[in-house]
């Protein structure tokens, strides 16, 4: 199974703080996409890291992969209340864990 | 707006009922999907159809049932619901065939929240 896996399950930061979610995988890939989740809200595409690329910025977001390790990870820098969300990856067939619940305290 | 949109939003229903969820995308997406999501959050791929046609098609009972009258729309029936089909069930598209999907990211609906009572 392609299906990414994010870890921690569950992260809890002060406003301005960087936070940092995990995602492994266990077979080889084309892509990998992150995800945000609001509470009650459909997923909201962020990024796409290509299996070629080692790392992609967006805004305060920065996605590494590396593809010996089978994982990735997100960071986002000076994070706010706002960006409270589960945060998924994916790989190529599209399959989602059960995210990162994120919790940014003001 | 572009989007893909999902109705209803909320629906609760007694069991043994049937009921249907409708999802429509403006973006000239070519593939669309049904996703389940449970208690914890987990996503799990239901359907996918690309042009009308259906293409996967996961261990999901046979009271689900897909049904894509054009590439735009993708609609979810469930017959003699049961409690435990109770979750979040999101609609989404993507751009081009599905052998194509890991190019592009996917755009979801705001989800439809079923409770079966």
């Not at chain 1, 706002?82 to 995210?99: E, V």
């Not at chain 2, 409708?22 to 973006?27: A, F």
């Not at chain 2, 081009?96 to 989800?111: E, K, M, N, V």
Request: charged content about 20%; proline content about 3%.
């Amino acid at each position: 199974s392609q299906q990414g896996e994010e870890d921690p399950q569950a992260l809890s930061i002060q406003e301005g703080e960087n936070a940092t979610m995990n995602c492994s995988y266990k077979t080889s890939i084309n892509n990998l996409q992150w995800y945000r989740q609001n509470s009650g809200r459909g997923l909201v595409h962020l990024i796409l890291i290509r299996s070629n690329e080692r790392e992609k910025h967006s805004g305060r977001l920065r996605v590494t992969l590396d593809t010996s390790k089978k994982s990735s990870s997100l960071l986002i820098t000076a994070s706010r209340a706002a960006d409270t969300a589960s945060y998924f990856c994916a790989t190529g067939d599209m399959r989602f864990g059960a995210g990162t619940r994120l919790t940014v305290k003001p | 707006d572009t989007a893909v949109s999902q109705t209803p939003k909320y629906l609760v229903t007694q069991m043994g009922n049937d009921k249907s969820i409708k999802c429509e995308q403006n973006l000239g997406h070519d593939t669309m999907y049904w996703y389940k999501q449970d208690s914890k959050k987990f996503l799990k791929i239901m359907f996918s159809y690309n042009n009308k046609e259906l293409i996967i098609n996961e261990t999901v009972p046979n009271r689900f049932s897909p049904k894509s009258p054009d590439k735009a729309h993708l609609n979810l029936h469930i017959n003699s619901l049961e409690l435990g089909d109770s979750a979040v069930y999101f609609c989404a598209s993507s751009q081009g065939a599905l052998r194509d999907r890991h190019l592009y990211g996917y755009t979801f609906g705001s989800g439809t929240r079923l409770t079966v009572v």
